[in-house]
């Protein structure tokens, strides 16, 4: 595909763009790469200054760039075709799709599916083999439901949704439309619900629904619990990578993104567009506001205000994490000149 047929097909995407004239103006883009990784007819992008020094050193056909004239400049020197973007990032991501799509199976129920005759399936729907679907299960239109899937009696499962692998989705749940749940996942498995009592733990039956709203994307071997009563909920366009565990009672806002190995206990509540990076692990029935961060491997054990940053184990506020972390760095020198000025007072 020629560079210039790419950009026509990504015309409405882009708010701004130009060309460089050079004797490689239009050349054939036969895939995608990182610009530190890219080959000869590739096309690459530059996402900010941080990344420029790259740029005499690709080996991409036609880069991607943000609007930045010292950017620009350094391209129209190496003598590569680009485009400008405010955003190199998600045009790169765009583009992409011109060369690849997720496998997408054919409708068809394959012949080993064990299905309930109870079941509702809704038209164009892939249910692959060995799934197994029980009764009272409803699956909306153009659903895809892979190999080995298994669903228990009275789950809901919106239109165009994908249930990869192996995952595992637990009775009563309803999983939303446009939703993505992916090999290994366990939606609403019991709760850690428990009563301690002189002989020993008494288990609490977990009455409660797991509910995930439309366009939320669930990560490998990520397990979200229901709770004794009421609902687990997760909102509208949330990201959930692998590896994660959200407790029984949770409320995730819309729009969140929640990283690798973080850990939720009971009736935690995440406002909207809330981020937590890799290990961030966030104590019982603590409120995270909306827009909050939290920075990798925070022990979060106290509510966290609307748009605040926290690091750290026990999590506190970012800026002051880092003067912190500038101490911790310096005590043994510190500690040093302490036993040296403690021996200056012997003597």
């Known amino acids: 595909m020629k ?29 995608m790469a990182a610009i530190d990784e890219a080959i000869s007819g590739t096309l690459s992008y530059v996402e900010n200054e941080k990344f420029a020094f790259f740029i005499s050193q690709t080996n991409a ?4 760039l943000p609007i930045n004239e010292a950017i620009q400049a350094q391209v129209q020197e190496v003598g590569l075709p680009w485009i400008t973007t405010p955003d190199p990032k998600l045009l790169f991501a765009q583009a992409i799709a011109l060369f690849y799509q997720p496998y997408r199976p054919a409708p068809e129920i394959h012949p080993s599916a064990v299905i309930h005759p109870t079941a509702k399936i809704g038209n164009d729907v892939y249910i692959g083999p060995h799934a197994v679907i029980q009764q009272g299960v409803e699956i909306g239109n153009n659903a895809i439901i892979h190999p080995n899937v298994v669903i228990y009696p009275d789950v809901k499962i919106g239109d165009c949704t994908t ?4 995952c595992t989705i637990h009775e009563r749940s309803q999983i939303g439309a446009d939703c993505v749940i992916h090999s290994g996942a366990v939606i609403g498995a019991e709760g850690f619900g428990f009563v301690p009592t002189r002989t020993g733990w008494y288990k609490v039956e977990q ?16 397990a979200i619990d229901r709770p004794a009563v009421g609902e687990t909920r997760i909102g509208s366009n949330t990201i959930i990578d692998n590896l994660v565990q959200i407790g029984h009672g949770c409320q995730i806002g819309s729009g969140c993104a929640i990283a690798g190995q973080a850990g939720m206990a009971g009736g935690v509540k995440l406002g909207k567009r809330v981020i937590l990076a890799g290990q961030t692990g966030i104590a019982n029935k603590a409120k995270i506001g909306d827009g909050a961060i939290a920075s990798a491997q925070a022990g979060i054990a106290n ?18 994490y880092l003067k912190i972390a500038g101490i911790y760095s310096r005590l043994p020198d510190m500690y040093q000149a302490f036993r040296q000025s403690q021996r200056q007072s012997k003597e």
């Open 61 to 64: 056909s036609a880069l991607i």
């Open 3 to 31: 560079f210039s047929e790419i950009l026509n097909q990504l015309n409405d995407n882009i708010a701004d763009h130009s060309l460089i004239q050079n004797p490689n103006q239009d050349p054939e883009i036969t895939g």
């Open 303 to 320: 509510d966290v205000a609307p748009g605040e940053i926290v690091s750290g184990s026990p999590a506190m506020p970012h800026k002051l």
């Open 163 to 166: 249930l990869h692998a192996n």
């Open 207 to 222: 009455s409660g629904y797991t509910v995930l709203e439309d366009k939320v994307e669930v990560g490998c071997n990520t």
